[in-house]
């Protein structure tokens, strides 16, 4: 079994709709990040948490907001989707310490489309 | 403004050849530096890394090359096999700061 999942995979929705993106993880990491990847542009950290009561801000947060339910447990949502919001998106875990030196382990992403 | 560049999109080698993939940054301040490896319909996987005290690291068939001077450090894959054929995203960051990724170049091994 995967030790990162992510829900849904792919994802079409339409301009205004609000979306939630889920990730799970049984690698008991206290780190857990949101990434989009675009064509040209790699991946883009939109936020990470460092623990349950820990969340932060990343290099493109804005139109996003995140939730952290769990250790395990980390969702994205898009409240009112734009069609530039329409890329891939992964989540990440880690090990704690010194974060940035960790290892970080990705789920298969999930492909978000908005019309 | 991207910190990490990678300027060649794709690359094609013949199995059994050297890869050699460039990444060059441009925060002086990054001190530590990441390869991941990308199949389709998958996630990034961690390949290797070095930090900024050396130069070199070498893991199985593949190495990393880092030149602080010109701020550029390169992944030499040797020999180059078609199960190496993914997208390949080199990464920085410095301490306690986020990791910044570059665009990614595509690796394609012919047989």
């Known amino acids: 079994d995967a030790d990162v999942t992510q829900t849904p995979r792919n994802r079409i929705t339409k301009t205004g709709k609000r979306i939630m993106l889920e990730c799970s993880q049984t690698k008991g990491h206290d780190r857990m990040y949101w990434y989009r990847q675009d064509p040209g542009l790699g991946l883009r950290l939109i936020y990470y948490?460092?623990?349950?009561?820990?969340?932060n801000k990343g290099e493109i947060s804005d139109g996003y907001s995140v939730s952290r339910q769990a250790q395990a447990k980390f969702s994205l949502s898009l409240e009112s989707a734009i069609p530039n919001q329409t890329a891939l998106y992964f989540c990440a875990t880690s090990v704690g310490g010194s974060w940035s030196y960790n290892e970080q382990f990705f789920g298969p992403g999930t492909r978000l489309t908005v019309l | 403004d991207q910190q990490v560049k990678q300027n060649s999109p794709s690359l094609s080698v013949q199995e059994g050849r050297i890869s050699i993939l460039n990444c060059d940054y441009t925060?002086?301040?990054?001190?530590?530096f990441l390869w991941y490896k990308k199949y389709p319909a998958e996630g990034p996987t961690f390949l290797i890394s070095i930090s900024s005290i050396k130069d070199k690291n070498e893991d199985g068939r593949f190495t990393v090359f880092l030149n602080k001077s010109a701020k550029h450090l390169s992944l030499h894959i040797v020999p180059s096999q078609p199960g190496d054929s993914a997208v390949y995203f080199c990464a920085a960051s410095r301490k306690f700061n986020d990791m910044r990724f570059g665009a990614g170049t595509r690796l394609t091994v012919k047989p």
């Open positions: 925060n002086s301040m990054f001190d530590y």
């Open positions: 948490s460092f623990d349950v009561k820990d969340i």
